[in-house]
Each structure stands twice: as structure tokens, then as C-alpha cells.
T-cell receptor, first 115, second 109 residues
């Protein structure tokens, strides 16, 4: 059974479109995250939710909007996609917020290509 | 700016050679975690170090946390082709969690 699953795996779209990425975890974790990994492999935190409450909101364009309907799901909606949004987006979860030393479990990633 | 730096950024080794990646933080870390990301894959948690000077081993991998809790290292003895990937350290400082810049390891058979 997949612990952290995100869909779709690949997303190719044109500039200006709106798209969503979905993430679900079946680990019973309280905290979920969205990370962006660029072409140089840098992992940058975007958002974090703990029990459906937003706890981290890094400097991310407001075209990106996370939504957590329950603590097992964290979706990411992106409006007006730009070329620079092309990257791999990883969803992750941890038992408690990572500041409390809880390992992160990552999904398989969504490779977003904006043309 | 980036709080946790790793060196080298890239490393090519011949199979059987040793490999080390170093992780340096500008601030004292509460703990350090290490992750491995295979090509095309996702980061996978390897280990966590908490105590100053702590050393942990996993088969051919040796992890060390510095005495000042500002640096860490991962050493792989006698690399194998299965060791290929990018290794990330990640540290907690204050209420923030930072991933290192990563070291991409290529193992030449």
C-alpha cells in the first residue's frame, strides 16, 4: 500500500492554465507538506498543514493555493501557470511537525512542465 | 538565504571507492536527518542524529553529527552502483527545518 500518494505523476500544460495536484496519506500523520524541487535538485518548502491548519506558508506566489479538506489530504491548486513553475512537486507527511524531529515521508512527485 | 550547505554538489567515484558528503549549517541544529533520492525517485529518510558527536552506522554508511551540532557527514565505504542518487541532509534550527543543497553521487562500474 502506498503511504503517500500524489496524482498526477506527470502534468504538461500551457502557460496561463490552472491545474491541481492531489495528495493523500494513509499513515495517520498529522502534518503534510508541499515541496518544490527545481532542476538543480534544491528542495524548497512551500506549505505545511498540521491537522488541517496552515502552519507554514513560505514566500510563494499567491497563484499557489493549498487546501486541506482533512488531515489525510493536502491538495495544491495553481492558477495562471508560468514557465518558471516547471518543477517536480513533492507532497510529504510526518507524524508531527518536523520541528519536533519527525521524519518526512514523501510521495512519488508530480513533474509539472509548463510550455 | 540557504541555511544548510552541502559539499560537494556532485561526486563521481569508481565502484569500490569511498564517498563522503559534508553538511554545514550557519546555526546550531537541534537534530540532523539524512535522506537519499534515487534518480527519478523521491527522497527517502535514512537516519536521524540528535546528540552532539553522535555516530551511527547502517551497513556501509556512517553518519556523524558534529560536536558543535553545526555540521554532519555521511560516509559510504566501498561504493556500489546501488548507492547512486542524491543525498540530502536536513536540519532543525529553532522552529525551522531546512534541507541541504544535496550531493549527487554517480558510481562508475
Amino acid at each position: 500500500d502506498t503511504a503517500v500518494s500524489q496524482t498526477p505523476k506527470y502534468l504538461v500544460t500551457q502557460m496561463g492554465n490552472d491545474k491541481s495536484i492531489k495528495c493523500e496519506q494513509n499513515l495517520g500523520h498529522d502534518t503534510m507538506y508541499w515541496y518544490k524541487q527545481d532542476s538543480k535538485k534544491f528542495l524548497k518548502i512551500m506549505f505545511s498543514y498540521n491537522n488541517k491548519e496552515l502552519i507554514i506558508n513560505e514566500t510563494v506566489p499567491n497563484r499557489f493555493s493549498p487546501k486541506s479538506p482533512d488531515k489525510a489530504h493536502l491538495n495544491l491548486h495553481i492558477n495562471s501557470l508560468e514557465l518558471g513553475d516547471s518543477a517536480v512537486y513533492f507532497c510529504a507527511s510526518s507524524q508531527v511537525p518536523f520541528a519536533k524531529s519527525s521524519p518526512l515521508h514523501f510521495g512519488n512527485g508530480t513533474r509539472l512542465t509548463v510550455t | 538565504g540557504q541555511q544548510v550547505m552541502q559539499i560537494p554538489q556532485y561526486q563521481h567515484v569508481q565502484e569500490g571507492e569511498d564517498f563522503t558528503t559534508y553538511c554545514n549549517s550557519s546555526t546550531t541544529l537541534s537534530n540532523i536527518q539524512w535522506y537519499k533520492q534515487r534518480p527519478g525517485g523521491h527522497p527517502v529518510f535514512l537516519i536521524q542524529l540528535v546528540k552532539s558527536g553522535e555516530v551511527k552506522k547502517q551497513k556501509r554508511l556512517t553518519f556523524q553529527f558534529g560536536e558543535a551540532k553545526k555540521n554532519s557527514s555521511l560516509h559510504i565505504t566501498a561504493t556500489q552502483t546501488t548507492d547512486v542518487g542524491t543525498y540530502f541532509c536536513a536540519g532543525v534550527t529553532g522552529n525551522q527545518f531546512y534541507f541541504g543543497t544535496g550531493t549527487s553521487l554517480t558510481v562508475i562500474p
